[in-house]
T-cell receptor
Framework: AQSVTQLDSQVPVFEEAPVELRCNYSSSVSVYLFWYVQYPNQGLQLLLKYLSGSTLVKGINGFEAEFNKSQTSFHLRKPSVHISDTAEYFCAVSEWQGAQKLVFGQGTRLTINP | DAGVIQSPRHEVTEMGQEVTLRCKPISGHNSLFWYRQTMMRGLELLIYFNNNVPIDDSGMPEDRFSAKMPNASFSTLKIQPSEPRDSAVYFC??????????????FGPGTRLTVL
């Protein structure tokens, strides 16, 4: 079975500062990795996903994430945040080879201060 | 294109009443997922369907919960009888399952259920 740990429940950042949201996963098999964003009172929207190949994945809204197999991590980064990035961010994992179940972390609330 | 549509967006009911949540997946998608989000337990997968057939319902909390997908464009999640601990946001998601095995799930806006 897989599990996901998001190491920070809340991250406050000033506007235009860089940010990193941390995610570690546990699995006995190879996995796919995802980051989703949830804006207030909305559903989840896919930011980016890692399938295979290059360990640096670029997503929407200027976000990127790096897969590190040895550290079983998939941290999300943005070099300069905006007020509009205020949201909850979820890291998720699913098994390779046919499994469809997504296992989510508990979420990290990113708050951007002016 | 319309995304995943859920109704109602908000539901307030009293303990013991039957609650039915509805979902219309994205046209052409062949997989549908029901999730529940609470502060305590985060996002949990309740059940998912492929081609209208339930594949895994191991996340359904108990017999009070049931889900159906009578056709490719409609699914329901029913709680009978409802209890206060069922209060949560319920999300529906859909995806196009391909032979490669990876499908991106697209989420609806959710139904916020409050059971008094």
């Amino acid at each position: 079975a897989q599990s996901v740990t998001q190491l920070d429940s809340q991250v406050p950042v000033f506007e235009e500062a860089p940010v990193e949201l941390r995610c570690n996963y546990s699995s006995s098999v190879s996995v796919y990795l995802f980051w989703y964003v949830q804006y207030p009172n909305q559903g989840l929207q896919l930011l980016l996903k890692y399938l295979s190949g290059s360990t640096l994945v670029k997503g929407i809204n200027g976000f990127e994430a790096e897969f590190n197999k040895s550290q079983t991590s998939f941290h999300l980064r943005k070099p300069s945040v905006h007020i509009s990035d205020t949201a909850e961010y979820f890291c998720a994992v699913s098994e390779w080879q046919g499994a469809q179940k997504l296992v989510f972390g508990q979420g990290t609330r990113l708050t951007i201060n002016p | 294109d319309a995304g995943v549509i859920q109704s109602p967006r908000h539901e307030v009911t009293e303990m013991g009443q039957e609650v039915t949540l509805r979902c219309k997946p994205i046209s052409g998608h062949n997989s549908l997922f029901w999730y529940r989000q609470t502060m305590m337990r985060g996002l949990e997968l309740l059940i998912y369907f492929n081609n209208n057939v339930p594949i895994d319902d191991s996340g359904m909390p108990e017999d009070r919960f049931s889900a159906k997908m009578p056709n490719a464009s409609f699914s329901t999640l029913k709680i009978q009888p409802s209890e206060p601990r069922d209060s949560a946001v319920y999300f529906c998601a859909s995806s196009l399952r391909t032979s490669g095995g990876l499908d991106t799930q697209y989420f609806g806006p959710g139904t916020r259920l409050t059971v008094l």
